[in-house]
């Protein structure tokens, strides 16, 4: 019988026991990980307001950005490859959805950016000016970064004076004023007046970039290389890993006072260019001081009527300007935009006008040889000489000498009529159109392979151009450049003969930039009266390249 009892009893009580144990295991268990939990908390809780103490929360509002720009970059990522997915480049639903994807994670990047604030603008805005090769989406989306900035704490500006000076700006300054006149995405403009009574323009840098300049960087950086991992296509790192360098550079005041006194001084021989003096007793790394100058922008149309100044004299002298620095100088301003670029009445003579150049944070510095090769490529297209402009342009490392001749003077290097008629027939505009189109997408191929010194003289070339156009375009650029182009290739030496020599290459040289300005300006108004009188429609973007860098 108890052979018969034994193994129910046997079952049972070991059922009991399991039961018993496990009972006791769950309570412990469940302890175990509230005891985890609670001391995880507890770390947590303990490392942020360490932090908040030590740091004023920094570190936590890095992991943020970097945990937020890993999320965009993430949801971009999939979009991209979600929505592509089946698809092949060249075929029409391809290119049809591919904008749409383009403009939505523009969106999210530009919401990333303005929530990050500080380096990511910055780089944002620095993406947006690569247009020559971000998709359109990107441009037009990032480009509203360029009017945006960090907001700044109450009490900001005057604990910065009191770390970096030992005093707040009241002390060091007869006054200034704590709302700030201008605001970028790196620092903000306040004016001010010295104890001796000049009026100065300070500016300061925002606190915090200069310490989360490393970690969001870094957080940058690691996420364009995952998406270049993860995104064969993808071959824009480059635009990043050039600009970090800029950057730094932007954040040292004391390298922007010293371009200044650099631009100053390679510009001294002409007067109708001003920089404004730098208070090197009230500047560092992070504070500038520099005279105020009263002036206004060179694009500030009514205001230049308003000073009675002529807008064909401003954009001569603007062009010629910078055509000394890139032919002659070498010391290039990178961003010459209009809201760098101030003009006034000079204060010697009111008669003239002055140009001042504002904001020399980033310069680019060219090679004597380049230079020169640049100079004679110019001096070769005014000159139609064609086996130079090969040469000259194979040393500057652009093989297709006919395109980089079109970039630099924004219309075609060659105007092959097909014979005046009174009327452009179907087969003329399809032509001209054809012509324009091949012309543009040469120009996309040669500006992605060219140089990027290059291409930041074509940038300069162009920003001061679009002020031109602006003013209604009342000069001729290129003939302006071209000029600035010879005087820089001038001897060395003053002899008879030198001087015989380059009195006959500058008449020559005269002689057939004016031949080439009337054959251009007879076809434009040849089809601008077409289009007049109903003959044509309007052909006037087939005669300009717009070259957008």
């Not at 009892?5 to 079952?11: A, D, E, T």
């Amino acid at each position: 019988m108890f052979q018969h009892i034994w193994p129910v009893l046997n079952i049972t009580t070991r059922r009991c026991f399991h039961s018993s144990r496990a009972l006791k295991s769950v309570p412990r268990k469940r302890s175990l990980a509230r005891s985890l939990a609670y001391g995880l908390t507890g770390s947590i809780a303990g490392t942020v307001l360490y932090d908040g103490l030590a740091n004023g929360f920094e570190n936590v509002a890095g992991a943020q950005r970097f945990l937020r720009s890993f999320a965009i970059g993430l949801s971009i990522s999939v979009d991209y490859a979600w929505s592509l997915k089946g698809l092949q480049e060249g075929d029409g639903a391809y290119e049809a959805l591919l904008p749409e994807i383009h403009l939505r994670s523009a969106k999210k990047l530009l919401a990333g950016c303005l929530e990050n604030g500080g380096l990511y603008i910055k780089i944002g805005q620095g993406v947006a000016a690569v247009n020559h090769i971000i998709p359109k989406e990107y441009v037009e989306t990032l480009r509203q970064l360029e009017d945006r900035c960090l907001t700044r704490q109450p009490g900001e500006v005057r604990a910065l004076f009191v770390q970096d000076f030992g005093a707040p700006p009241e002390e060091l300054f007869a006054s200034f004023q704590y709302e700030p006149i201008a605001a970028a995405s790196l620092a903000q403009v306040f004016r001010a007046v010295t104890r001796s009574g000049e009026q100065v323009a300070v500016k300061v840098q925002y606190a915090d970039l200069r310490r989360r300049f490393d970690g969001d960087l870094r957080t940058i950086l690691f996420l364009q290389r995952l998406v270049a991992l993860l995104h064969k296509n993808y071959n824009f790192g480059w635009i990043v890993e050039d600009l970090q360098g800029t950057l730094r550079e932007e954040l040292d005041f004391v390298h922007e006072a010293k371009n200044a006194e650099r631009c100053a001084r390679d510009l001294a021989r002409l007067d109708f260019v001003y920089v404004p003096k730098v208070l090197w007793n009230h500047t560092n790394e992070r504070i500038l001081t520099t005279e105020f100058i009263d002036g206004c922008k060179v694009s500030d149309r009514k205001a230049i009527a308003a000073m009675q100044l002529d807008l064909a004299e401003i954009d001569r002298q603007l062009f010629t300007a910078f055509g000394q620095q890139i032919f002659s100088t070498g010391f290039v301003h990178a961003d010459p935009h209009p809201g760098n670029v101030f003009v006034r009445k000079d204060p010697a003579n009111p008669r003239r006008m002055q140009l001042v150049l504002l904001d020399h944070g980033l310069y680019e510095q060219l090679a004597p040889g380049v230079r020169e090769n640049l100079a004679r490529f110019w001096e070769a297209i005014v000159l139609r000489d064609h086996a130079a402009m090969q040469r000259f342009s194979q040393a500057l490392n652009v093989p297709d000498y006919r395109t980089f001749a079109e970039i630099l003077l924004q219309r075609p290097l060659e105007l092959k009529g097909r014979g005046f008629s009174t009327r452009l027939t179907e087969q003329d505009l399809a032509y001209m159109t054809r012509q324009a189109k091949d012309h543009f997408d040469r120009i996309m191929g040669t500006l992605r392979a060219m140089p990027r010194n290059l291409i930041l003289v074509i940038r300069n070339l162009n920003t001061i151009r679009s002020i031109a156009l602006d003013h209604g375009d009342p000069i001729d650029r290129p003939r302006i450049m071209a000029r600035c182009a010879l005087a820089a290739l001038g001897p060395a030496r003053r002899t008879v003969r030198n001087f015989l020599w380059v009195t006959f290459r500058k008449l020559r040289f005269e002689f057939l930039l004016w031949r080439q300005s009337f054959h251009y300006w007879m076809v434009s108004n040849y089809l601008k009266l077409l289009t007049r009188v109903g003959r044509s429609p309007d052909t006037s973007h087939l005669m300009n390249i717009n070259v957008a860098v």
